[in-house]
């Protein structure tokens, strides 16, 4: 007699979570460099949600002399620009210079990123220097020996397409699946898990640059924009320029963390708009039609938001060695800040030498002019914008507690290096 079988009794039964390998012993190394700075949540985020635990995720320092000197000699790459040129000091100190060994070095190639921009310009691509900086950087612990296999460590440079979520679970599964036995599922949950958690960082610290902002309106008082790229945060990178300025009083805005909020963007683009110069504030149309390259349209919008600002008085830029990226955009972005009379400095060609004499005669010069033209800036400025702005001077029913809940900009620039 034929017995009947029920399809369900070989189904296998759906599962809302993905199943989970023990990966608490894992531990990940991740070089702090390049574009890690501005997608470092998503990586945090991603490894948490894959059963790495926190204390298990270990960024390298930041770029310093020393770092080079003791991990990265004999390991560089040559002819390139400074942030790349660093990177084997970074994984130098990964490699050789951790107490307790690592077991993963995850040192992503970064094609595309995330951005406020998207939508409203061409791409949002890394800098190709960016995307191949893990290749080159890794050809100097391999050319004698292969280093990582000698230190019992895996390397995995997956390709990402981070600014087309699309692509990532696929990008992210096909680079990690050996490293940490993944299955498709669980990738999938893990990079839901790191978008989150990217989102939520950018959030909160656009949130709390608006409310410096807010601090500088109700109170009259300017403060300065730092147009970089997101590596220039390093201290090895930056230099600390901007902590120097703040420590003259000034308060000091990320151009990564401006507020992308519309109500006080479409005040300040509210005449542009009108006359049909731009079609949102998000469109760079009006200055750069090649808008390929995520962090140079940053810059771009950037110079585009310090000049409609009123309180925004002075753009500091920084700029790296070798940086062919930045070349093109000097000047443009220099004519934009000028434009509404906003004060324009340029710290060009950083590497690793800090000129601290130099460096403090430029601060002095830029805090005696901030003081000296910035109730002018002001007033010419708000003049140009109408009445009702979100930022106007008392609308507020009380001042809020400015200096106790939004970031001071090295508070800020710690949250960004903050791992958990
Ligand atoms: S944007 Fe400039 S500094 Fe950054 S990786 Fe590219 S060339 Fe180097």
Request: glycine residues 8%; aromatic residues 10%.
């Amino acid at each position: 007699m034929r017995i009947p079988t029920l399809p369900t009794w070989f189904a296998t039964k759906a599962s809302s979570a993905p199943t989970k390998k023990d990966r608490s012993q894992v531990r990940v190394g991740i070089p702090k460099v390049l574009n890690v700075w501005s997608t470092h949540q998503f990586w945090v985020g991603f490894l948490k949600a894959l059963g790495v635990q926190p204390e298990n995720i270990i960024f390298s320092s930041d770029t310093s002399e020393e770092q080079g000197r003791e991990h990265g000699k004999g390991r560089g790459t040559v002819d390139c620009c400074y942030p790349v040129k660093c990177i084997s000091g970074h994984y130098g100190e990964l490699v050789f210079g951790q107490k307790k060994k690592i077991n993963v070095l995850l040192s992503p190639m970064l094609y595309s990123i995330p951005s406020v921009l998207r939508g409203n310009v061409v791409d949002t691509l890394t800098c190709t220097r960016v995307m191949a900086g893990p290749e080159s950087v890794k050809a100097g612990f391999l050319k004698e020996r292969d280093v990582f296999a000698e230190q019992g460590i895996k390397y995995a440079s997956p390709f990402v397409s981070l600014g087309d979520p699309h692509c990532v679970t696929d990008q992210l599964y096909d680079g990690l699946k050996d490293v940490f036995e993944l299955d498709k599922k669980e990738t999938e949950h893990a990079v839901a898990a790191g978008y989150a958690a990217l989102d939520a960082f950018n959030a909160k610290a656009r949130g709390q640059s608006r409310k410096i902002l807010e601090w500088c309106a109700i109170n009259q008082k300017p403060c300065i924009l730092v147009m970089a790229r997101p590596y220039h945060m390093d201290t090895g990178i930056g230099h600390e320029i901007e902590g120097e300025l703040q420590a003259h009083g000034y308060p000091v805005l990320w151009l990564q963390y401006l507020p992308g909020d519309l109500d006080l963007l479409n005040w300040l683009f509210e005449e542009d708009m009108r006359i049909g110069r731009c079609k949102n504030p998000f469109d760079i149309n009006d200055v750069w039609t090649s808008s390929y390259s995520s962090n140079t349209n940053e810059i771009m919008w950037g110079a585009k938001v310090a000049a409609r600002c009123p309180w925004i008085t002075c753009v500091v830029r920084l700029s790296s060695y070798e940086c062919g990226m930045d070349q093109p955009t000097f000047t443009p972005a220099q004519k934009i800040v000028e434009a509404t009379g906003t004060l324009f400095f340029k710290f060009g060609d950083l590497d690793s030498t800090k000129p601290a004499g130099s460096v403090r005669i430029r601060i002095e010069t830029i805090t005696h002019y901030l003081s000296k033209y910035s109730e002018d800036i002001i007033r010419k400025k708000r003049a140009y914008l109408s009445d009702q702005g979100p930022l106007l001077e008392g609308e507020w029913p009380e001042r809020p507690e400015v200096e106790a809940e939004s970031p001071a900009p090295q508070e800020q620039q710690e949250q960004v290096i903050s791992v958990v």
